[in-house]
C-alpha cells in the first residue's frame, strides 16, 4: 500500500511539472477613457497646505538685491555666468577661509536663460539654480586642471572667475590664472559644485581628488552673495573668448 501511495503521488508530481499544468492566455482588456472637465478642491487639504504655502510665498517673494542690467546665458562667456561664478569665488573665501585660485559654473547648471534687471527675490535664485549641489574647494595639479579647461573648452566654454583662457580648436590656450600663466607643475585650488567636482559632465579627472567640504549649498553662495552686493551691475570681461 505504501508503493502505491508512492506511485501515485510521483505520478501527480510529474503532471503537475510537465502537461498536465493548466494553460493560461490573457483574455481581451478593453477600456475606456473620460475627461475630466472639472475638479473640485479638497477644502480640507488646501486649509492644511495653506499655512506652509504662505510661509513659502513669504520667503520666496523676499527682495534681495536690484539688478543694474539684463543678466543672459550664452557661450563662451556670458553677464549671467560671470555673476554666478563670482559668487562661487567670493563666497568660497568667506566660507572656507581659503581663498582660490579660480572658481568654475557648471553652464548646463544655469537653469534660466535671463534673468531681467530689476528686483531679484530669493525665488528667482531657486529658479536660476534648483539644485542642493555644494559648493567646495578641490585642490589638483596644473596638469590636472589643464585637462579640465581643455574639457570644458570643448564644450564652448564654462563660466570661470580668478582666471582668462582663450579657446582654440577646442583647447583652453593662453590661460592665466591670478594674472599668471598656468604652471602645470603647481597645485591649485578651485572652487566648483560637488557634482562636477565627482566626475558629472564627463569631468572624470576631477573625480576622486582632495576636496574640502562643508556642505555649504551653491545656491546659498549665490543668495549670500547677491545680498552682499545690493546693487549688481555685471559685464563681459573677455574671461572665456575664442581666439582669433
Known amino acids: 500500500m505504501p508503493k502505491v501511495r508512492f506511485i501515485l503521488s ?4 510529474v503532471c503537475l511539472l510537465t502537461n498536465c499544468n ?27 497646505l495653506n499655512p506652509y504655502r504662505e510661509s513659502m510665498n513669504s520667503s520666496m517673494n523676499v527682495v534681495i538685491a536690484t539688478l543694474e542690467n539684463d543678466l543672459d546665458k550664452k557661450q563662451p562667456e556670458c553677464t549671467l555666468g560671470n555673476f554666478m561664478a563670482d559668487a562661487m569665488y567670493v563666497m568660497a573665501e568667506k566660507k572656507y577661509g581659503i581663498k582660490p585660485d579660480a ?18 527675490t530669493r525665488g528667482k535664485i531657486y529658479e536660476l539654480f534648483p539644485f542642493d549641489n555644494i559648493l567646495l574647494l578641490v585642490t589638483l595639479k596644473g596638469t590636472v586642471l589643464q585637462q579640465f579647461l581643455d574639457h570644458i573648452s570643448g564644450r564652448g566654454g564654462w563660466p570661470v572667475a580668478g582666471m582668462t583662457m582663450h579657446i582654440k580648436d577646442m583647447k583652453a590656450v593662453n ?20 557634482y562636477t567636482a565627482n566626475g558629472g559632465d564627463d569631468a572624470f579627472m576631477l573625480k576622486g581628488l582632495p576636496q574640502t567640504n562643508n556642505g555649504y549649498l551653491m545656491r546659498d553662495a549665490l543668495i549670500d552673495y547677491a545680498s552682499m552686493l545690493k546693487n549688481i551691475k555685471v559685464q563681459l570681461e573677455n574671461r572665456v573668448s575664442n581666439a582669433e
Not at 547648471?109 to 528686483?119: F, H, N
Open 175 to 194: 590661460v592665466m590664472i591670478g594674472g599668471q600663466s598656468i604652471d602645470l607643475n603647481k597645485e591649485y585650488i578651485i572652487a566648483i559644485g560637488d
Open 10 to 13: 510521483l505520478c501527480a508530481a
Open 22 to 48: 493548466p494553460v493560461y492566455q490573457a483574455s481581451t482588456v478593453t477600456y475606456k477613457g473620460y475627461r475630466v472637465m472639472n475638479m473640485r478642491t479638497d477644502s480640507s487639504v488646501s486649509n492644511f
Open 103 to 120: 572658481a568654475f559654473m557648471n553652464f548646463g547648471g544655469i537653469r534660466l536663460p535671463l534673468v531681467k534687471a530689476g528686483q531679484i
